[in-house]
Nanobody, 127 residues
């Protein structure tokens, strides 16, 4: 059973940076796409970034050029480096694992498709 635990959220001013971490256990990394989705108050769930077992990444247009997803397979840890943060990035961020061919972005934001997700970590960006 896959278990995911996020950390690294917090409050920053616009333009600042945060790095989120997701400690994973109970899975074989080569079997899953890993990614991050976010949920802001009053807004739809949004897939942010995904990475497949070969390290191929994909990003939502809203974060391209600012966020970087990476994984350390030796440590079973997924990361999301977030730079140039904006108030619109304020949300609860969740780490997730999914087994869908091609690791499409829609899968990481669709609860019915996910194999596992964490409890979330809150990111607040002030202007």
């Amino acid at each position: 059973q896959v278990q995911l635990v996020e950390s690294g959220g917090g409050s920053v001013q616009a333009g600042g940076s945060l790095r989120l971490s997701c400690a994973a256990s109970g899975y074989t990394y080569s079997s899953y796409c890993m990614g991050w989705f976010r949920q802001a108050s009053g807004k739809e769930r949004e897939g942010v970034a995904v990475i497949d077992s070969d390290g191929v990444t994909s990003y939502a247009d809203s974060v391209k050029g600012r966020f970087t997803i990476s994984q350390d397979n030796a440590k079973n840890t997924l990361y999301l480096q977030m730079n140039s943060l904006k108030p619109d990035d304020t949300a609860m961020y969740y780490c997730a694992a999914v087994r869908v061919s091609g690791c499409p972005m829609w899968a990481i934001a669709t609860m019915g498709a996910l194999d596992a997700w964490g409890q979330g970590t809150l990111v607040t960006v002030s202007s």
